[in-house]
């Protein structure tokens, strides 16, 4: 694997560990939990802190090998036909501290890209980046960061009004989200099966693909292996 294409995620990592070490409290602010991931592919992990009310964004730049949108970054399988290895070009291990009550979000695809400004309709200038006219002016980086801030605010948004958030608030309203910005998209297909879809995002908005998320909340486990099982 080639590190060097994965040095945004890495210096981020390392930038969020030492911000923590320098902010918290010793004696009582050091996380009980750690998330740890290992990420194939272009699914992605994100954090909601209990505390701060903040998302982050746990896999950033996992697609960074990626180089459209039919490219996941790696697969596993026999990949490749000679010798049947798997792609493992952005296998990447990810960690995460966790308080008791955080989240944690793990999500296809098909959720994320239909958070992102780009499949939203939003333009770089939406976002307050300066004397930049299209996406396709920013590097693969800059696209991805600015992407990945915008979705952990977008998703911190969501949520804001939600006094005591439960782990179903999260899926519900992301999927209930997902379903209302593809509604002319999947409109357009169903009255159009033999037509492609526009790539116009302020008509068409969103992403048609596979929506999937896995939400669990940190905290201690009361219940026995049998009654889980039961």
Avoid at 87 to 98: E, G, I, V
Avoid at 169 to 191: A, G, W, Y
């Amino acid at each position: 694997m080639n590190n060097h294409n994965n040095e945004p995620a890495i210096k981020k990592m390392k930038d969020t560990a030492n911000s923590f070490f320098e902010s918290i409290n010793l004696t009582k602010d050091i996380p009980p939990w750690l998330f740890l991931c290992c990420n194939v592919g272009d699914c992605k992990a994100y954090h909601w802190n209990k505390r701060t009310r903040e998302v982050t964004d746990i896999t950033l730049c996992n697609r960074d090998f990626s180089g459209s949108a039919s490219d996941p970054g790696g697969r596993l399988g026999p990949r490749d036909q000679e010798n049947g290895s798997p792609d493992l070009r952005n296998m990447f291990l990810y960690s995460q501290h966790c308080f008791e009550g955080d989240i944690i979000m793990v999500v296809t695809d098909g959720v994320y890209d239909n958070l992102d400004p780009i499949h939203q309709g939003y333009m770089p200038s939406d976002l307050g980046i300066p004397n930049i006219q299209s996406w396709s002016d920013l590097t693969h980086e800059q696209a991805a960061i600015a992407s990945s801030n915008f979705i952990c605010d977008f998703i911190a948004k969501k949520l804001k009004n939600i006094s005591k958030i439960c782990v179903s608030d999260f899926t519900s309203h992301l999927v209930k989200h997902v379903v209302q910005l593809t509604e002319n998209s999947r409109t357009f297909m169903k009255n159009n099966p033999n037509k492609r879809l526009p790539k116009d995002y302020d008509n068409y908005p969103g992403k048609l693909d596979h929506t999937t998320i896995v939400a669990f909340c940190c905290k201690k486990v009361t219940l026995s292996y049998d009654e889980w099982m039961s």
